[in-house]
C-alpha cells in the first residue's frame, strides 16, 4: 500500500494512472485546494493541519512508504485548522515556513520518518518521466550554448537552496530573468521577445533539494511559453528533471526549431 500525497499539476495523474493500471494498491492525501481527486474512492480531502488524522490514517492502511507529487500550495498558517499533533508539530512548520516552500517539504518529510514512515522518489513508478543525459530534438545546442548552460547552473548551484529559484534564462553569457515565488511561466511571461538572441532556459534542482519528493517539472505548456518569449532552447538536469507530455512537447519543440537537452 502506497500512500500519495498530491497537490496541483498534472504529475499527480500521470503516477495515479501508472498504479491504477499496475493495480498497485494506494491511497490519497488530498492536498490541492478545491478537492481535486474526490471522485476517487480512495482519496482523503484532509487539512495539513490535521496531522495527527493523516498519521491514523496511514497507520490505518498498515503504509510503511509514502509519496509526494505535485504543487503543493504553501498554507496560510493562521487558517489551518489543526488537531493535537498539528499543534504540536506546527512550530517546526512556521519555522520551516520562514526559510520556504522547499524548507516546508523537508519539515514533512522529516516528521514523516519520526513515525517510521519512509518517503519513496516520485518517479519510482514513472521512470519514463525524467530524461537521460542527451539531446532530445533535431535543433542541437551549439558550443557556445553549451558554454551558456555551464555558467547558467553555475549561477544556480549558488542559489540559496531554500528559495524559489529553479530556473533562469540566460542569453549569451547574460542572465535575463530570473524564477521567483510565482514560478517559471510568469518568469517567461516577462520576457520581451524582440529583446532575446540567443536564449536559454536552463531549469534544474536546487542545491541541496530533497531529489525524493521536489523535482523540477517541465513541459508542453513551458514549451509554448519558451516560443512566445523567444527561448531557443531548454537545458534540464539529467535524471532530475520531471519532463511531462514527452512526445507531444518535443514535437512542439521540433516544430519550432527550440532544442532540449538534458545535462
Do not use: W
Not at 25 to 51: A, E, H
Not at 144 to 150: A, C, E, L, P
Not at 221 to 235: M, R, S, W
Amino acid at each position: 500500500m502506497i500512500g500519495l500525497f498530491l497537490g496541483e499539476n498534472q504529475l499527480p495523474l500521470e503516477i495515479l494512472y501508472k498504479l491504477k493500471n499496475k493495480n498497485i494498491k494506494y491511497f490519497v492525501v488530498d492536498l490541492t485546494k478545491n478537492n481535486r481527486f474526490k471522485r476517487d474512492k480512495n482519496s482523503f480531502f484532509i487539512n495539513i493541519g490535521k496531522f495527527g488524522k493523516i498519521l491514523e490514517l496511514i497507520k490505518s492502511k498498515k503504509c510503511k512508504k509514502v509519496l509526494f507529487a505535485g504543487n503543493i500550495v504553501k498554507p496560510t498558517i493562521s487558517k489551518l485548522k489543526l488537531d493535537f499533533k498539528g499543534v504540536y508539530y506546527l512550530p517546526r512548520i512556521i519555522k520551516a515556513s520562514k526559510l520556504g516552500d522547499a524548507a516546508i517539504l523537508k519539515e514533512l518529510i522529516k516528521i514523516l520518518s519520526e513515525n517510521k514512515i519512509s518517503v519513496i522518489k516520485l518517479n519510482k513508478f514513472n521512470p519514463e518521466l525524467t530524461l537521460k543525459k542527451g539531446f532530445y530534438t533535431k535543433t542541437k545546442p551549439s558550443k557556445s550554448d553549451m558554454n551558456n548552460i555551464k555558467n547558467g547552473i553555475k549561477y544556480l548551484k549558488k542559489v540559496n537552496s531554500y528559495n524559489h529559484t529553479q530556473a533562469l534564462v540566460i542569453d549569451n553569457n547574460k542572465i535575463i530573468s530570473l524564477e521567483k515565488r510565482s514560478g517559471t511561466k510568469q518568469m517567461l511571461k516577462s520576457i520581451k521577445k524582440r529583446k532575446v538572441k540567443n536564449a536559454i532556459l536552463i531549469k534544474i534542482p536546487k542545491s541541496k533539494q530533497d531529489l525524493r519528493a521536489d523535482l523540477p517539472t517541465i513541459g508542453i505548456d513551458t514549451l509554448k511559453d519558451c516560443k512566445k518569449a523567444g527561448i531557443n532552447g531548454i537545458a534540464i538536469k539529467a535524471n532530475q528533471n520531471v519532463f511531462l507530455n514527452r512526445n507531444k512537447s518535443i514535437k512542439f519543440a521540433n516544430n519550432n526549431k527550440i532544442f532540449v537537452v538534458a545535462v
